[in-house]
């Protein structure tokens, strides 16, 4: 069966301090990696997609890398403004219509 | 603004009413989505459509009941609900449903009393 785990489920930083993000996956036949931020009462806003083993995507503060069994979310210098839940997910190679998504680590930043 | 509306934003109704949630995507995609997402729980996948016609359904029970008129615009049917349906539903579409990214709208934050 798909599994998606992240960890830690909560996370606090100080303004500055960088941290990594983990999201651990078992699936058969990775179609891609996804990362969302979502705001309390907001839906998922989407940051990035990883595609094969040894990517990485870079936006602003923020760097995505995949491996085989899991992905990181690196989080440089961080502002509490990126304060929020980071979701990622999974798609499968065969099923393409199917996401699962993992619970997500609540982030605050504290100035 | 991600290009998918949703109306209404909140939404209150007792067990024996009847009401619809309506998502619209404005980016010129084939696929949408229906997810339920409810406190400490991952998002739940529930409707899937492509190119109108429903492709996925994850034991979703019958008191929910999508309708996709056409590629912009997805409905989700409620009636006779339970307080356990109180969640956030969440709409998303994408260009197509092998691995393209799903871009998702504001969320319908519903209250069954």
């Known amino acids: 069966e798909d599994q998606v785990t992240q960890s830690p489920e909560a996370l606090r930083l100080q303004e500055g301090e960088s941290s990594s993000l983990n999201c651990s996956y078992t699936v058969s036949g990775l179609r891609g990696l996804f990362w969302y931020r979502q705001d309390p009462g907001k839906g998922p806003e989407f940051l990035f997609t990883l595609y094969s083993a040894g990517e990485e995507k870079e936006k602003e503060r923020l760097k995505a890398t995949l491996t085989k069994k899991e992905s990181f979310l690196h989080i440089t210098a961080p502002k509490p403004e990126d304060s929020a839940t980071y979701l990622c997910a999974v798609q499968r190679d065969n099923y393409g219509q199917n996401f699962v998504f993992g619970p997500g680590t609540r982030l605050s930043v504290l100035p | 603004e991600t290009g998918v509306t949703q109306t209404p934003r909140h939404l209150v109704m007792g067990m024996t009413n009847k009401k619809s949630l309506k998502c619209e995507q404005h980016?010129?995609?084939?696929?949408m989505y229906w997810y339920k997402q409810s406190a400490k729980k991952p998002l739940e996948l529930m409707f899937v459509y492509s190119l109108e016609e429903r492709v996925e359904n994850n034991s979703v029970p019958s008191r929910f009941s999508p309708e996709c008129p056409n590629s912009s615009h997805l409905f989700l049917h409620l009636h006779t609900l339970q307080p356990e349906d109180s969640a956030l539903y969440l709409c998303?579409?994408?260009?197509?449903?092998?691995?393209?990214?799903?871009?998702f709208g504001p969320g319908t934050r519903l209250l069954v009393l």
């Open positions: 998303a579409s994408s260009q197509d449903t092998g691995g393209e990214t799903q871009y």
């Open positions: 980016l010129g995609h084939n696929a």
